[in-house]
């Protein structure tokens, strides 16, 4: 085959993890909760490359209003919002937030989504006497946002046991009565485990509202196992009302 008939072609995907890494890629947490407290300097976050290639990654950076949604417009910033990452080395990024008016009665939720690329090395011999694709993956990381407003009225572990559960038809409802987000784990109503995904949007139960579980177990007691602000898992007991 002649080296004219011969095509590069690339590609290039995303593909999106939450609370992962890809490639040696990843975020020093699992979660960013911003207190009322950090307006003024912000909150940091790193980035971390534990990758043994020699590639270097171009980082970019952004604040979400939905897992997979629009850039937020006036509530929060990121910087730096683009910068190269080297092989073995680490970056913090600040989240600041813009002058914007949230809700001061509850918490608010956005995404930090961070998304690596491969970035191009010059004069590299290899890559131009390669024959075939070359593939570019770029992955992204996301992780929750909350903004945490001062004075709410309980401590974030109460609202995690605060929870409380009722027979919907041949559903179970979900109501959570407190200032704060509440994210599952897991839930297990008679024995039973309650199915959930991340995907759906039905493992966090927002602050004062509800969420109905269809065709759910809703008899005996429950066990349900609610993320902390540090990623970890605590575990609580109660019944259906």
């Known amino acids: 085959m002649k ?16 609370t992962s890494s890809f490639a040696g890629i990843y975020l020093d947490n699992t979660r960013v909760i911003f207190q009322a407290a950090d307006d003024v300097s912000g909150k940091s976050v790193g980035v971390v490359s534990s990758s ?9 950076a952004q604040i979400l209003k ?10 929060f910033i990121v910087s730096p919002s ?7 080395s680490a970056n913090q990024m600040r ?16 995404y930090l989504r961070t998304i690596a690329t491969p970035a191009g090395e010059k004069n590299n011999e290899q890559q131009k006497k390669s024959i075939g694709g070359i593939i570019k993956v770029s992955s ?38 407190t200032p704060y987000y ?22 966090m139960i927002a602050p004062l509202s509800s969420t109905t579980y269809p065709n759910a177990p809703h008899q005996g007691n429950v066990e349900w196992k609610a993320i ?9 007991n109660g019944s259906i009302l």
Not at 52 to 60: D, R
Not at 66 to 75: H, I, L, R, S
Not at 146 to 169: D, E, H, T, V, W
């Open 3 to 18: 080296q004219s008939t011969i095509f590069r072609f690339v590609f290039s995907s995303l593909v999106l993890f939450s």
């Open 66 to 75: 939905a897992p997979v949604g629009e850039e937020v417009g006036n509530q």
């Open 182 to 203: 509440v994210t599952l784990n897991s839930l297990v109503v008679g024995g039973r485990k309650v199915a959930m995904d991340i995907k759906s949007g039905n493992t």
């Open 140 to 177: 992204a990381n996301i992780i929750k946002l909350f903004y945490r407003p001062a004075g709410l009225s309980i401590k974030p572990q109460q609202a995690m046991q605060s929870l409380q559960f009722s027979a919907a038809g041949n559903g179970l409802k979900v109501t959570n009565p």
């Open 95 to 110: 989240i600041m937030k813009k002058n914007s008016a949230l809700p001061q009665d509850r918490e608010s939720v956005f």
């Open 228 to 236: 902390n602000d540090y990623g970890g898992l605590e575990v609580f």
């Open 82 to 88: 683009l910068f190269r990452l080297e092989p073995g």
């Open 52 to 60: 043994s290639s020699q590639t270097p990654f171009l980082i970019k």
